[in-house]
Structure formats: structure tokens, C-alpha cells
């Protein structure tokens, strides 16, 4: 099941909630109905990309870049 993130357009409060088809939304400080969901970032990639600038790769160092 999902987990969104909202907030309360009455009181301002910030909240999690699961969700399924059949889950009313409410603010769990004040019970209101009037919520936004949030945009939220859950996950970042672990990998690394260098980004050649151009010119000789001095600083890189790295064994993994294909540039130097």
C-alpha cells in the first residue's frame, strides 16, 4: 500500500497516511477533510555520473570515468 504525504489546508499540518481505494483522507490533528496531497522525493538513485567539463580531467581521479 502506498504512503502519501499531505497537508491540512485548515490547521497546516503536515501528515503521512496509507492508502488504498478505499481510504478516506483526513487530517489526523484536527480531522479535516480539506487536505492536499504533497509532492514528495522517496528515493535517489545510488549511482554516480561524472560530467566531463572538457579540457584535460585533472581533478577526477576516478578509475570508473571513461573521459580521463
Not at 503521512?16 to 477533510?33: A, D, F, L, P, W
Request: aromatic share 6%; with cysteine; glycine share 10%.
Amino acid at each position: 500500500m502506498p504512503i502519501f504525504e499531505y497537508r491540512c489546508n485548515k490547521c497546516d499540518c503536515d501528515f503521512e497516511q496509507i492508502v488504498n481505494k478505499n481510504t478516506v483522507v483526513q487530517c489526523e490533528k484536527c480531522g479535516s477533510k480539506d487536505v492536499n496531497k504533497k509532492m514528495s522525493l522517496f528515493g535517489v538513485s545510488g549511482t554516480e555520473k561524472h560530467v566531463h567539463s572538457g579540457g584535460d580531467c585533472g581533478g577526477c581521479h576516478k578509475s570508473s570515468c571513461s573521459t580521463c
